[in-house]
């Protein structure tokens, strides 16, 4: 299969082919969407597929305007209206429970609930109004690889098995959405993303966080049972012992690459054999724009080990922190 490159003039295309049960990647606010039609079974199973994903990990569903809300599910309880009101577009996913065949049982991966959202991306927007259907989505990479950016990571991973890409430049908030369950009695972030824990408690008041390592038989949201965002090459996690870990590791033969603020990359130009701005330290904002294009981009180095900065767990520094833990090898 040739995957085509497609370019925002070219929208139209791409909505013929999710028609035709092609699966397509697409650009949203957060990484590259790799998009079906929800509905069609033979679509969604081209996703699994395409990416080596487990059957039983669930997939986002995404809309672009509300009224596609009922056909999805059975009732929108007055906090998911609040935290859509608040929110939407933009990177929070929603689970309720799910309209029987409302979906390809594919989608839920069985369970009763479905996850929704609204990407905050125009391209996005667009191409579901044009397909008229809604349109199931994980990030499209290889299962367990860093989620992609920009067109071109996704053509690494995925060209000759997908039908096309819609390259719509690089990504805004570059990790994933917030998953929230409001189907449990407490409302739970059961992944955290683009939209922190306080900005929710803000607008609906009393929210759990769930385990996001936990070892669910089922679970209910993207992130929360497999290994993600893996390069090739081994990370890990340094919070503030660079000189004795890059000392350490340049004794053992190693070449190291280095995914940093750039305070930190001042200080190790000479020792590593290729870096990665993250930007100012104290931009977390920047930071996770560019986590998952830094972990690809030395990828491609001849660095044997990749070093990654530790940020602290507030705000968008959980979801940093939540991605990144996946990623290494050690924290």
């Not at 998953?179 to 009393?206: K, N, Y």
């Not at 290994?227 to 340049?250: G, M």
Request: charged share 20%; hydrophobic share 40%.
């Amino acid at each position: 299969m040739e995957t085509m490159w497609i370019s925002s003039e070219q929208l139209d295309r791409a909505a013929q082919l999710l028609q035709s049960e092609e699966v397509v990647a697409f650009p949203t606010e957060t990484v590259y969407g790799l998009g079906a039609d929800a509905t069609s079974s033979q679509a969604i199973q081209g996703i699994y597929q395409a990416k080596g994903r487990p059957s039983d990990n669930p997939l986002i569903v995404h809309i672009a305007q509300r009224s596609q809300l009922m056909e999805l599910t059975t009732y929108v309880p007055p906090k998911a209206q609040q935290l859509m009101d608040q929110f939407w577009p933009g990177p929070l996913t929603i689970i309720l429970n799910v309209k029987r065949q409302a979906v390809a049982p594919e989608v839920t991966a069985g369970l009763a609930t479905i996850g929704i959202r609204m990407p905050d991306h125009p391209l996005a927007l667009e191409l579901i109004r044009q397909v008229g259907r809604p349109i199931a989505a994980p990030s499209s990479n290889t299962s367990g690889k860093p989620s992609p950016t920009t067109a071109q990571h996704v053509m690494d991973d995925l060209a000759g098995k997908i039908a096309a890409v819609v390259d719509g430049g690089e990504t805004g908030v570059g990790l994933e959405s917030t998953v929230i369950d409001l189907t449990s009695e407490v409302p739970t972030i059961l992944r955290p993303g683009g939209v922190s824990a306080e900005e929710i408690r803000l607008c609906i008041g009393a929210v759990e966080m769930a385990g996001v390592d936990k070892q669910e038989a089922a679970p209910k949201s993207p992130g929360m049972k497999y290994r993600h965002y893996s390069p090739e090459q081994p990370v890990w996690i340094v919070e503030t012992d660079w000189a004795d870990t890059v000392a350490k590791l340049l004794k053992k033969g190693e070449k190291i690459g280095i995914l940093a603020s750039d305070d930190v990359l001042s200080q190790f130009q000479t020792e590593a054999i290729a870096t990665y701005s993250l930007g100012a330290q104290s931009d977390i904002t920047q930071a996770s724009k560019r986590l998952y294009s830094g972990l690809r981009a030395l990828d491609k180095t001849e660095a044997t080990i990749i070093l990654v900065q530790a940020y602290k767990k507030s705000g968008l520094g959980i979801a940093y922190m939540n991605r990144l833990e996946k990623a290494s090898s050690k924290c």
